[in-house]
């Protein structure tokens, strides 16, 4: 990778972590915890399927996600 990258014009910038997930963030960690801690799936087809159940039923869970997702992000003046 490193003699990749000094062949192109490509520029790696590090971001510093925010302390503000933005809503993908937060969805993914919700779906990890109900789905993925502490469980193991054979197969990665039933770990897909799991995933894509939930997904599809993701209106069912509106009271769950509404708490979870809201949009009270604080904010910070640049410096």
């Not at 960690?29 to 599809?56: C, G, H, P, Q, S």
């Amino acid at each position: 990778m490193p003699s990749f990258l000094t062949k192109t014009r490509l520029v790696i910038l590090y971001l510093p972590t925010s302390s503000n997930p933005n809503l993908i963030e937060l969805m993914w960690r919700f779906l990890k915890k109900k789905f993925m801690y502490n469980k193991y799936y054979e197969k990665f087809a039933v770990l897909r399927l799991v995933i894509t159940r939930f997904l599809d039923t993701i209106d069912q869970k509106e009271a769950q996600l509404r708490t979870l997702l809201a949009e009270n992000f604080h904010t910070m003046d640049p410096a």
